[in-house]
């Protein structure tokens, strides 16, 4: 298939030959995520409609609104995808993610987000996308040190892209069981990708020199190489 992610016309016509579409590619372009939906969608038999599983992220769970007034302290609460999996699901629509995780759900096909920490590694497919140069990296390389905000016990949780991976490939292979695969799917089918987490404060004990490459600098930070699309 040739095309890209505005290739409406081809996308929704291979979404309708797809039993199973796996959306890693970017997680708020609405219109080609859609596009993918209804290509599954327009399958006559219900029965034969196949599976979205979409890749969003951890973000949402920033209240942007408020995140001024808590700098440096940990989060007032650790949420839960099963235990919290209702409050998800309703937080605002302004919030990072969370209007197109609502539209992914409703349209009609089976459905299943998943959404991972802040993924840290070197991963060994094509076209991936490097944003190590996040703010805290390009703020720390343009200061020449390392700094906390406050008391710096704001908690950076991260998943290796290994078990990121991992987590996708147990869901797929799930998702292609049918009947007799083991997640939920549909509005409670929102999956927390976590393999760790540590304070700010932590990530910048270890000795930094503003000479240090961008490699030697994430290593320093405990942050080793980022990428993401999220």
Known sequence: MIGDLDSYDVLRAEAAEADLILHCADANHEAETLTLLNGLAS???DLEKGTFIHSSGAASLLDLNTIDD??????????????????????????????????????????????????????SSVGKEETYTDDYPKAVLKQGHAFILGKGQ??????????AAAAIALVVGE????????????????????????????????????????????????????????
């Open 43 to 45: 399958k006559e038999n």
């Open 70 to 123: 808590h700098l440096g302290e940990p989060a007032a609460k650790l949420y839960s995808d099963t235990r919290d999996a209702e409050t998800v699901f309703n937080f605002s629509p302004d919030r990072v993610h969370v209007a197109i995780k609502r539209r992914v759900i409703f349209i009609g096909v089976r459905t299943l987000i998943f959404s991972p920490a802040q993924i840290m590694g070197v991963g």
């Open 175 to 230: 998702a292609l069981r049918g009947s007799k695969s083991k997640p939920t799917f549909g509005k409670y089918g929102y999956y927390f990708i976590e393999s760790g987490a540590v304070t700010m404060q932590i990530c910048t004990e270890s000795p930094f020199t503003p000479a240090a490459s961008s490699r030697n600098l994430s290593q320093n930070l405990i942050l080793s190489q980022l990428e993401s699309n999220h």
């Open 154 to 163: 704001g908690i950076w949780s991260s998943s290796s892209v290994g078990d």
